[in-house]
Nanobody, 122 residues
Framework: VQLQAFGGGLVQAGGSLRLSCAASGRTFGTYGMGWFRQAPGKEREFVAAFSVRGGSTYYADSVKGRFTISRDNAENTVLLQMNGLKPEDTAVYYC????????????????WGQGTLVTVSS
């Protein structure tokens, strides 16, 4: 599978953005898809993800109640709806795919998109 993320931009605090991740490949539905982010000078961190085959969703505590991950297997797309954005959400956001392993660890993910920058102004 190959991934490409879209939808980043500049938004004021309290605003919303929706990120999209387009995936190629006929086995998209069998992957556990996730979103990570990396702020300047910080390590890449988990944001949200599906279990493999998409039965369950998982969120970082910092985004629970504000972000929603969804997927459209027919369109091979994973979305991240981000509401109530805060300046600390500023980062490059990456979508990623895994076949197995922990949903929370970046090392579990085999394929990564190129990243899209989200900037939240105060």
């Amino acid at each position: 599978v190959q991934l490409q993320a879209f939808g980043g931009g500049l938004v004021q605090a309290g605003g919303s953005l929706r990120l999209s991740c387009a995936a190629s490949g006929r086995t998209f539905g069998t992957y556990g898809m996730g979103w990570f982010r990396q702020a300047p000078g910080k390590e890449r961190e988990f944001v949200a993800a599906f279990s493999v085959r998409g039965g369950s969703t998982y969120y970082a505590d910092s985004v629970k109640g504000r972000f929603t991950i969804s997927r459209d297997n027919a369109e091979n797309t994973v979305l991240l709806q981000m509401n109530g954005l805060k300046p600390e959400d500023t980062a490059v956001y990456y979508c990623a795919a895994r076949i197995s392993g922990s949903v929370y660890y970046a090392r579990s993910y085999d394929t990564w998109g190129q990243g899209t920058l989200v900037t939240v102004s105060s």
